[in-house]
Every structure is written in structure tokens, then in C-alpha cells.
């Protein structure tokens, strides 16, 4: 029986190719299920509701494919968009996979890699557009280093903001209608990774020539793995008009790379995360860049991928109950309830009003003694989550 969480286009979900086409490979192990097609895997997202699929260039056209085996595999797998109805609203370069970019790509000592990867970035920023893509994130998993000795931080970010330059004047040239994502990471493929969190890059993005084309791709496991709050994260790119996409999963804090499914762990984050982005109405994408547990087989994929799905109309439905609830609201209210006395004192600055505040007398014993309140919220959302409220 079909309930209320059922996805449907206008939710924007969207998974990569490399996400549910993941075979299940790790660090210490073998693939454990078959590879997927990408006509197989746009079959297996219409199957379960997705909206789009996103991909990075050679996940879809082989490194060394020719211009005529590339062409092919592009007409197939357009043919295959169509009668599935399914979108690309995204797509991205691998910089990470081939040994070329073993030192990094944009970033890499070698000037040689460095070109290589703008004319990689260039032709793939060609194959996304064509297959509609308005969003073109830039992941730098290899833009790092272990050993400070061999690179200068410095020169790192000098060359990063060259190439995004450079690639922005591209997009212009070519008038696409395309903007950048920057998609920040602590570490994992490099020991660092320059740039590490959404703050970083969200600074960085305001030293580029064209600013206004580039955003934040912000991955909630990303900054999981250096123990920060994503809701926050999230919420200074969207403060800032950066938040072009966003990558959601889950994962244990501070572990390696875990691209758990979305709400598979840490379930009040993922709450709070999904009532920022239902509240403010954030309109683009919502990617899962996560994958099914190795333990999975083909059913098993499919199972993880209507979970995410699931799982965020769940979270959205408990949001939209946050908002009404009657008790959670009162609260809040008694919270705020000194505000309007207060409000001579905020909003913009004038002589008057510095004078004002500076001559007013504050009982700060009886502000520092009031209760917030805030142990009983937070239970009145735990009891909302578990559905017992
Ligand atoms: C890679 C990485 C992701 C990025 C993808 C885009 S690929 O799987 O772990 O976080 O979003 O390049
Ligand atoms: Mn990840
Ligand atoms: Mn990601």
C-alpha cells in the first residue's frame, strides 16, 4: 500500500552514477556486486522515483573512449534520459581516479597535469551541458598533500583560483548557462585537502574573478568527518546565496569516508538539516552522494536508495509538525518573550540609539539566572522523531 513518502519529481532527488552504479569496493576489498550500465542505472532510478541522475564525465564516457565511441555512448544514454524521464541537473570531472592526478589536479606540481586537467574540465564541462546539466560541481579530492614539504599551500590556492578562473571566462565564452559548485572535503583520498570545509571554500569564493557563478557544494559526511555541525554549515552558504547543490548521506563522526544512506545515522542532524532546507525553501537538487553497504546485492541497492528518498519525506513531514505543534511552538514563544522590549536596541546603527543602550541599566543577575527551557524542547523533538508525540 503506497503511503505519503512516495518521491515524485518535484522533490528533486537526484543520485550520481557513481553512487547507486557502486560496486562495492573498498580500501581492503573487491567489488562485490556487478557494474551497472548508465542506460541500466537511469532504468533503476525511474524504477524507484528519482528525479535525475548526475554523473562525472568518465562515469559515463570511458577516459579513452575516441570521439566517435563517445558520441555512441552519449546518443544511447540520452536516448535512455527520455524514456525514462529522467534529468541530469549536475555533473563534475573526475580529477581524482586516473594515476595522472596522483598529485592533485588543478593544484599538482607538475604544470604539465595542471593543463591536462583544464582541457579534461573543459571538454567534460561540454559533455554536461549537452546532457542539460545547470550545476557543475568541482570536488578536489586529490588537491592536497601529505607532506607539506612538497607543495606550498600558498601556490595551491593560487593555481585552484587560476583554474576556477580560468574555467568561469570558459563558461562565459561559450555562453553556457552554468554555474560551479565547490565541493569541500577535510581529507581522504590526500592526507589534507586544501580547502577542507564549506567555510574555507565559502572564503575562497569571494578571491575569484566572478564570484557571483560560484557557490558551494556542501556533502554532510565531509563535514561529519571533521566533526562539524552540517545544519551550520549549510546555513552560512545559504546566508551567503552559495548553496547551488547539496550532497546529503550520513556517516559516524570523524571516520573515514563512510557515505552512509541519508539518515542512516546521526537521525536528529539529519532533521534539523531537512527543516533548514524545507523552511528556507531551498529549490535545487537534493543528491545522495552516498552508497549501499558492501554487504548489498542489486535488491539491496535499490532498497538503500528508496531509503534516502524515504527518509527525507519523512523528515520533511516531521518538520512540517515541528512547525504546528502546538506545545513546541509555545515554547519557542515563552523563549522570545522579552524580544519586543529589546527591539529599540537592534536594527541599523545610529548616535541615538549607541547612547540609549550605552545609558540603559540591565539586571544581568536575573538574566543570567533565567531557565531557557531548551532540555525539554529538545525532548519534545526526540519524542516527535520517535512518534510518540
Ligand atoms: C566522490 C566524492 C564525492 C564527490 C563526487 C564528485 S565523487 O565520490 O566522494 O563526495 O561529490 O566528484
Ligand atoms: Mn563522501
Ligand atoms: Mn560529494
Redesign the pocket.
Known sequence: MPDSFQPQPEHRFTF?L?TVGNPGGDAFGQPVRRKLSPVEIVHLLAEIGAYGVNL?DNDLVPIDATAAERDRIVAEFKKALQENGIVVPMA?T?LFSDPVFKDGAFTANDAAVRAYALHKTMRAIDLGVELGARVY?F?G?REGSESDAAKNPLDAGKRFREAINFLCEYVRDQRYDLKFAL?A?PNEPRGDIYLPTTGAMLGFIATLDHPDMVGV?P?MA?EQMAGLNFMHAVAQAWDAGKLFHI?LNDQNFCRY?Q?FRFGSHNMKQSFFLVKFLEDVGYAGSRHF?AHAYRTEDAEGVKDFARGCMRTYLILKDKAARYNADAGIQALLKEIHAGDSAMAQFFGPYSSEKATALKAHTFDRITLGSRGMHYERLDQLVFDLLMGVR
Open positions: 550520481g557513481w562525472h563534475t573526475n560541481v570536488w579530492g565541493e572535503k557544494n556533502e565531509h550532497d569516508d557515505d552522494d
